[in-house]
């Protein structure tokens, strides 16, 4: 099944460049999947299908309500009801518009909301914001503020152990490159 949503997301995904790519998707797969390494009482499969759904019914990209996509891949692979109903929580739960940094109830939730949160951290979280800022009209310096608004909270709110570990080189990546930035355009 999850080899299934690997191919399911490419096709939802394609032709998308503005930094919810297919890519992306795959990034916080993985991360996720290093997070359930490192903690092991959570349910791996369920980890793994919510972190490769969790943008499939993105609001930013599709005009789906009630996570029609998700649960329309998930009923074609005839995923046990219980299953769908976590997979579709922990989706709900990512997100940072609906959710702010309230953290979700189950290990599970709070690993994939990790996993997506690390993946906006670090060189792929810079090259993602101007890909964004780029596609949406913004200058250099509207990106950057996108930096001191929204990236630089998220090492703070992080559920997990490993992700706050994963997390401090990435950070301290953006730190450098503000400095950086600043000093080549003062
Ligand atoms: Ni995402």
Request: hydrophobic share 40%; aromatic share 6%.
């Amino acid at each position: 099944m999850i080899e299934a949503a690997k191919r399911y997301i490419e096709n939802l995904f394609a032709g998308d460049s503005g930094g919810h790519d297919a890519a992306h998707t795959l990034r916080v797969y993985r991360n996720a999947m290093r997070l359930a390494d490192a903690l092991p009482d959570c349910d791996r499969e369920t980890v793994a299908l919510a972190a490769l759904l969790h943008d499939a019914d993105d609001p930013k990209l599709f005009k789906t309500e009630n996570l029609a996509n998700a649960r329309a891949f998930l009923a074609s692979q005839n995923a046990d009801p219980a299953r769908i109903e976590a997979v579709c929580r922990i989706i709900d739960g990512v997100s940072f518009s609906k959710n702010g940094l309230a953290p979700p109830t189950t290990l599970e939730g709070r690993i994939v909301q990790d996993a997506d949160r690390l993946d906006a951290l670090g060189a792929v979280g810079i090259a993602r914001t101007f890909a964004y800022g780029g596609a949406h009209g913004r200058t250099l310096d509207e990106s950057v503020k996108h930096f001191h608004e929204k990236l630089l909270h998220l090492a703070d709110g992080l559920n997990t152990s490993p992700a706050r570990e994963l997390a401090r080189e990435r950070h301290e990546f953006l730190l450098q490159f503000l400095r950086q930035y600043e000093e080549e355009t003062r």
